[in-house]
C-alpha cells in the first residue's frame, strides 16, 4: 500500500481543507506504517504558479503549510513529506502524459471550468495542465490510494484514465509501468461546505472571509463565524442536505469534530433549544478539534531553517522513488538513451 496526496501552498488552510484532506493524511500515515506501506504527502507549490500568484508570498505560504501539516501530525519520521518543485521528475512526468492526457478530458474538468472564468489577466496554460501535473505527482510513485475532498473526485478519476491509457499504449506487452490508484474520499466531511453559503463547497478563492472558517482561527472568531452561520427558518435540527444545508454542514462537522456519526450528533442536540445550541455545540467541537493544531502550528512555525531541512530530506526519499519510475517511463516511452 502507498498512500500520496498533494495540498497546495496557498492562502490560509481551512476547515474544509482540514477536515476533507489533512486529516485523512494522518490516518493514512497511521494505517501505513501499520502496514508496512509508505505514506508520502507533497507541498504542491507548481501547482500554485497556475493562477495569478506573488512569489514573494508563495514562499511564505509553503512554510506556512508545511508547518500547518506538521503540527496536524505528519511526522518526517513515518512519512515523506516534501516540496514538489524539489523533485523534478513531477514536471518531467507530466510532460510525457501529455502524450496520452486528451485535450478533451482536460476541458472538461469542472475545476479549469470554474478557475478560469476567476482568472481577470490571464487563463495560463498552466491552470489547463493542472489534471495531468497532479496524475504526475500520484503516478510516479506508484501510489495505490490518493487521500482527497470530494471536490477532487473528477482529477482524479482523469489520472486513472491517464495510467490506463499509458499502459495500454506503451506498456501492452509487458508488465503495466503505471499503478492505476484509487481514490479515497472521506465518508463523512468530503465537501465542508461555506458558512455563509452552505449550497457552495467552502473554498480558498472563492469562499468570502465570513464563510471560511480556517484551521488557525482564534477561539473568539471561531465562536463568531459559527454563531453567524447561516441556517434556515424553521427551526429543526435535522440532516437534509438538499433541504436544510446550512444545519446539515453544521451537523456533519459537530460528528466529525467529536469523531461520532452524523445520526449520533443529530441526537445529542435532541434537547436543544434551537439553532444557537448546534451552533454553540459545534463550535466548542471544532475549537476542541483544532486547538492543539494551532498551539503545535505556533511552536513550529518560526523555525525555517527546521522546515527546510525537513522538506529536504523528505525531497531526497521521494526522488529515490520518483526518479525509477521515471526511468521505467522513459524506457517505453523510447525517450533519452537505451537503458
Ligand atoms: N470544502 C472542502 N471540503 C472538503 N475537502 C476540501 N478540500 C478543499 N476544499 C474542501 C480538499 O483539500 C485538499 C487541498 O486542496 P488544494 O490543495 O486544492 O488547496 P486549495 O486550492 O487551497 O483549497 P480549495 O479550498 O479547494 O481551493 P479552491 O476552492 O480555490 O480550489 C484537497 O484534497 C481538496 O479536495
Redesign the pocket.
Known amino acids: 500500500m502507498r498512500i500520496f496526496?498533494?495540498?497546495?501552498p496557498?492562502?490560509r488552510?481551512?476547515l474544509?481543507?482540514y477536515?476533507?484532506?489533512i486529516r485523512q493524511y494522518v490516518a493514512g500515515q497511521e494505517r501505513a506504517v501499520e502496514a508496512g506501506g509508505d505514506a508520502i504527502f507533497c507541498i504542491?507549490d507548481l501547482?500554485a504558479t497556475t493562477v495569478q500568484y506573488d512569489p514573494a508570498e508563495l514562499r511564505e505560504r509553503l512554510y506556512d503549510t508545511t508547518a500547518l501539516l506538521l503540527a496536524a501530525g505528519l511526522d518526517p519520521a513515518r512519512c515523506v513529506l516534501f516540496r514538489q518543485s524539489d523533485v523534478q521528475e513531477h514536471a518531467e512526468l507530466c510532460w510525457l502524459l501529455c502524450s496520452v492526457t486528451a485535450h478533451g478530458d482536460l476541458n472538461r474538468m469542472h475545476?479549469f471550468k470554474d478557475?478560469s472564468a476567476q482568472q481577470r489577466e490571464l487563463v495560463s496554460a498552466g491552470l489547463f495542465l493542472y489534471p495531468t501535473l497532479m496524475a504526475a505527482d500520484v503516478l510516479a510513485y506508484r501510489a495505490t490510494e490518493v487521500p482527497?475532498?470530494?471536490?477532487?473526485r473528477q482529477h482524479v478519476e482523469l489520472m486513472r484514465d491517464i495510467a490506463l491509457r499509458f499502459n495500454a499504449r506503451f506498456a501492452a506487452e509487458r508488465e503495466p509501468v503505471l499503478v492505476v490508484p484509487e481514490h479515497r474520499i472521506p465518508e463523512v466531511?468530503?465537501?465542508?461546505?461555506d458558512l455563509q453559503e452552505p449550497t457552495r463547497?467552502?473554498?480558498?478563492?472563492?469562499s468570502s472571509v465570513e464563510g471560511t472558517l480556517y484551521v488557525l482561527e482564534e477561539p473568539a472568531a471561531l465562536v463568531k463565524k459559527f454563531k453567524r452561520a447561516v441556517t434556515d427558518s424553521d427551526n429543526e435540527i435535522r440532516f437534509d442536505r438538499a433541504a436544510k444545508p446550512g444545519v446539515s454542514n453544521l451537523l456533519e462537522l459537530l460528528a466529525v469534530a467529536r469523531g461520532t456519526t452524523i445520526a449520533d450528533a443529530q441526537a445529542s442536540m435532541a434537547d436543544a433549544r434551537g439553532y444557537g445550541d448546534l451552533k454553540l455545540a459545534t463550535a466548542e467541537a471544532v475549537d476542541g478539534l483544532l486547538a492543539p493544531v494551532r498551539e503545535r502550528y505556533a511552536e513550529l512555525r518560526p523555525d525555517e531553517a527546521a522546515i527546510e531541512e525537513a522538506l529536504g530530506a523528505g525531497a531526497e526519499k521521494a526522488r529515490a522513488i520518483a526518479s525509477g519510475v521515471l526511468a521505467d517511463v522513459r524506457e517505453v516511452m523510447g525517450v533519452g538513451p537505451r537503458r
Open positions: 496526496s498533494g495540498i497546495q496557498t492562502g488552510k481551512h474544509g481543507n477536515v476533507g484532506a504542491v501547482h475545476q478557475k482527497v475532498g470530494d471536490d477532487q466531511g468530503a465537501r465542508i461546505m463547497k467552502m473554498s480558498t478563492s472563492s
